[in-house]
């Protein structure tokens, strides 16, 4: 739980200069040895730039700038394996108010070297990076592996130093874990995985899992997963959804979701997730059982219209049903219109509302200009405001097809922001280079 | 203790015979053909991939499945930088924000998220911890004590 939890941000500063120096320093010299070996080079990036300007809760004015950097060299051969570099990391600079010592921030969000094999699907990553297997989705300062294996096997594999910024918590010392599956291209999957997190003295997380996708006929698609607790000896989740597509334009799905409290919410770092046992909100014995049905209708090319319906089961709270609708309609470039309205009934005043949302994007040569409005109007007044919006004016401009320029005007008024204007100006360019026959991926 | 010198030596010469026979091709490193929008993968895909048509009305509450059991099918397409538009672990940016223009994709946030969070917060709080529980929370932490 919280208690045990230490205090780590100062070691994982100290740690950050030296993660860096290691995938430079690796990844230098894997590429300084390629230009021998490589036969396709890909160099990518982007620097996306964003002047907000918003004010606090406290009416402070607040202009913040941030500045996010993308970076990724791939040098592949003509076998298909590649060897690559990502990079990513953004900056925080506040220009007005400069009340607290905290008016700058930055971070690498992502920094790690990766060897992709020709064959068995065969991946070997070091650094910073983002690990989806099963039960794990996680940000790990470590070391990542998953190959294909015989019989329709796949086993993937993870170390390392779990990625918590918290200021005051860190999430463990040691992070390890992995994930088996077996199934066959196209037809089914199945797998079980595992993560440990452990801290000097205490069991930090310990959890399991089982997930599978079945995909019996075109038409049919069951994707799901269910995670244990082995700690708490309880299951966290179970969630599950099965989709049908009787014809090509429509598709029914339902899905199914039971999370336990007690389990689920075991050792966060945070005490907005903490247990009421552990000086939180949450009550330890709730459940909650989320069951919906949504059906979408495709009529012609481009056009969705659909339904939904979720009821939300508690244990304690009772019940609260969301049921609505929505229709879009997307071109690739050129138009975005949609709408949607819902009506959630709960049991408390906050959970007793009608949502709304407009929205149209147009494209014209190199100019864009849209409208997107956001409207919850609550049964009861929540601190006086009946009606909660947002209305967003966007545009933007493509100078080159490398360089963007945007900004965009939101109005809102809520319980929290009475008649609050907020202003947002951003400048993307992005850039690659490629040598050889094949191309990469934009860091767009 | 000879069983244990035993088992490290077997178990890897085990690993490598299995990836030997294995003998798959690699998922394509880079999706042939440019995708832009939001597609729909049955328009070419009759195979495993067709179940990854992003237009479906499922796909959103699919999509973590898909990146555990699928990782490559999605990085044939998308960078490391579009898994960090959203799940990033000290973001202070929402996606709604970023990608404001982006108008049809289902990005979580929108509009006044500050009062609105109480709600989503009450009705499913799993849904937030997801990305909040333990990476990502500074924010939390400023009223959150």
Same mark, same amino acid.
């Given at each position: ?9 100062? $070691? ?14 690796a ?7 390629? %230009? ?39 040098? !592949? ?19 007005? =108010? ?30 910073r ?5 099963? +039960? ?12 294909d ?22 999430g ?6 992995? $994930? ?13 995985? !595992?993560? $440990? ?28 997963r ?12 179970h ?5 049908? !597509? %009787? ?15 007690? =389990? ?25 059982? !989320? ?13 969705? +219209? &659909?339904?939904?319906? @979720? ?5 304690i709270?009772?019940? &609260? ?10 071109? /690739? ?26 929205y ?5 040569? *190199? ?8 409207? +919850? ?17 966007? /545009?933007g ?24 204007w907020?202003?947002?100006?951003? +400048? ?17 | 203790? @000879? ?24 998922? &394509? ?20 991939? #067709? ?16 990146a ?11 960078a490391?930088?579009?898994?960090? =538009?959203?799940?990033? *672990? ?18 979580? *946030? ?14 499913? %709080? #799993? ?12 924010r ?6």
């Amino acid at each position: 739980m919280i208690s045990h939890q230490k205090k780590g941000s100062g $070691r994982e500063q100290r740690n950050l200069p030296k993660i860096a120096w290691v995938v430079l320093a690796a990844a230098s010299s894997v590429m300084l040895a390629q %230009p021998v070996m490589a036969a396709d080079y890909t160099i990518t990036g982007s620097s996306n730039t964003y002047l907000r300007m918003t004010r606090s809760i406290n009416k402070d004015d607040i202009y913040p700038l941030y500045e996010y950097l993308r970076f990724s060299v791939s040098a !592949a051969e003509k076998d298909g394996s590649a060897t690559s570099l990502h990079l990513g990391a953004w900056g925080r600079l506040d220009l007005v =108010d400069k009340s607290t010592d905290h008016h700058t921030d930055g971070d690498i969000q992502y920094g790690y070297l990766s060897y992709q094999g020709a064959k068995n699907n065969l991946v070997v990553n070091a650094g910073r990076q983002f690990i989806t297997e099963g +039960v794990a989705t996680e940000r790990v300062d470590g070391l990542y592996a998953r190959s294909d294996f015989a019989a329709g096997i796949t086993a993937a594999a993870f170390v390392g130093t779990p990625v918590v910024t918290t200021p005051n918590y860190k999430g463990g010392d040691f992070i390890y874990g992995g $994930r088996v599956a077996q199934g066959k291209p196209g037809l089914y999957s199945i797998g079980v995985s !595992a993560l $440990r997190n452990e801290s000097d003295n205490a069991r930090d997380r310990e959890e399991e899992g089982i997930d599978l996708w079945v995909h019996p006929v075109k038409q049919v698609d069951l994707t799901g997963r269910s995670s244990y607790n082995s700690i708490t000896d309880g299951w966290m989740e179970h969630a599950y959804t099965l989709s049908v !597509a %009787p014809i090509d334009a429509v598709t029914v799905s339902a899905d199914f979701s039971r999370i336990n409290y007690q =389990d689920y919410f075991y050792n966060v770092t945070t005490t907005a997730f903490a247990l009421s046992n552990n000086g939180g909100l949450l009550d330890p014995r709730e459940q909650v059982t !989320a069951a919906g049905v949504s059906a979408a209708w495709t009529p012609v090319k481009n056009l969705t +219209v &659909a339904a939904e319906y @979720k009821n939300y089961g508690y244990e304690i709270l009772g019940s &609260a049903d969301y049921v609505g609708g929505k229709l879009a309609y997307t071109t /690739a470039d050129a138009l975005s219109l949609g709408a949607s309205g819902h009506r959630m009934d709960g049991s408390s005043d906050r959970t007793r509302y009608y949502d709304y949302r407009l929205y149209a994007l147009k494209k014209t040569g *190199h100019t864009e200009f849209g409208v997107d409005f956001y409207n +919850v109007i609550f049964d009861r007044p929540i601190d006086g405001v009946k009606s909660s919006y947002a209305l967003t004016g966007i /545009a933007g401009y493509e100078f080159t097809e490398k360089l963007n320029v945007g900004g965009e005007i939101e109005y809102s008024q809520s319980p929290d922001f009475n008649r609050e204007w907020r202003a947002l100006v951003k +400048v993307a360019y992005a850039f690659d280079m490629k040598c050889g026959e094949k191309g990469g991926k934009s860091e767009k | 203790m @000879k069983s244990k010198v035993l088992i490290m030596l077997m178990v890897p010469l085990m690993a490598l015979l299995l990836v030997a026979c294995a003998n798959t091709k690699s998922g &394509a490193r880079i999706h042939p053909e440019a995708v832009t929008g939001t597609p729909n993968c049955n328009e070419c895909h009759t195979d495993a991939y #067709a179940a990854m048509n992003h237009q479906a009305v499922d796909f959103f509450k699919k999509h973590s499945v898909f990146a555990s059991n699928a990782r490559m099918a999605c990085a044939s397409c998308h960078a490391e930088s579009f898994c960090s =538009d959203c799940h990033a *672990h000290k973001e202070e940016l929402k996606p709604s924000v970023k990608y404001t223009q982006q108008v049809e994709r289902t990005l979580p *946030h929108r509009g006044d998220y500050m009062s609105q969070h109480r709600i989503d917060g009450k009705i499913n %709080p #799993a849904s937030c911890a997801k990305c909040h529980a333990r990476t990502n929370n500074e924010r939390c932490l400023t009223c959150h004590k």
